[in-house]
């Protein structure tokens, strides 16, 4: 019996930042067919946010370290004002989204991030059992879209900040037993690029062998590597097609397609 397909959208980066761009793509979502989940990240909103009430942003090699006043605004920025702004935005498309933390329905629970180089603060990693999948597939089969930001929890009451390219990925594995699951990452370039200052020398197709000789290269390399690593673990775990292109492009053909062989 061959299962029902369902498309995983992450957004992030530069048209999180962007008003204009991002209702253009919510518009595009709107437009297409069959089941869907989407997965943001936070974009820069926050550490704006943070600044402007005096606090400084910290990120240790890329990644944000969440200490309690930083959760908190992260928590009402990504949880709140932007998950809720595009819940709003795809109700007035006509798609029946439901905005979610992690906590709700209890839909993602992760664990605090251990100290070891770096105390990261209040970060969450995922494990193999983290995605509430019954749940989301209640949700989808009740034709509502679950809008996911990148704030879950432990269990315990404590709120954690997570990476929404981890969450897309984690979430996109534990569907595939009921789905045919496709990723999308969507961002602000064309694809994965052979070089960062030409938007056209997009890579179409990476497999395992390919990937590594781009990373010897360094032409995958700083932001890129997280997002490729959560790609090919998503295809390693049964997820069938992982795309990686431009937020505005989802129904056109470049971008770059990612597979194990």
Excluded: W
């Excluded at 009430?53 to 932007?82: S, W």
């Excluded at 315990?156 to 037993?177: P, Y």
């Excluded at 990452?185 to 179409?204: A, H, P, T």
């Excluded at 781009?214 to 932001?223: E, F, M, R, S, T």
């Amino acid at each position: 019996m061959n299962k029902p397909a369902l498309t995983i959208y992450k957004i992030g980066g530069g048209i999180i930042d962007d008003t204009a761009e991002l209702i253009k793509f919510l518009e595009l979502l709107a437009q297409t067919t069959g089941l869907k989940i989407l997965v943001h990240g936070g974009g820069k909103g926050a550490s704006t946010m943070m600044r402007e009430l005096g606090l400084t942003p910290q990120l240790i090699n890329g990644r944000r370290v969440t200490d309690a006043a930083t959760l908190d605004i992260v928590t009402m920025f990504y949880a709140g004002k932007t998950n809720k702004q595009v819940v709003a935005e795809l109700q007035r498309l006509g798609v029946n989204a439901l905005g979610l933390s992690g906590a709700d329905g209890n839909v993602i629970q992760g664990i605090k991030r251990p100290v070891k180089d770096v105390d990261y603060g209040f970060v969450g990693d995922l494990t193999p059992a983290s995605v509430n999948a019954t749940f989301i597939q209640q949700l989808v089969t009740a034709n509502l879209t679950p809008v996911l930001c990148p704030i879950i929890h432990d269990g315990h009451g404590q709120l954690l900040n997570t990476n929404a390219d981890t969450i897309a990925s984690a979430v996109a594995v534990a569907l595939a037993d009921f789905y045919e699951v496709t990723l999308h990452y969507c961002f602000e370039k064309n694809g994965v690029l052979r070089d960062v200052n030409d938007d056209n020398s997009v890579i179409q197709e990476i497999n395992s062998s390919s990937y590594a000789e781009l990373k010897q290269q360094g032409i995958i390399a700083d932001g890129m590597l997280p997002k490729l690593e959560n790609a090919f673990a998503a295809l390693h775990q049964g997820v069938s097609r992982v795309i990686i292109g431009h937020a505005l492009h989802i129904q056109r053909s470049l971008h770059t397609v990612l597979c194990l062989n």
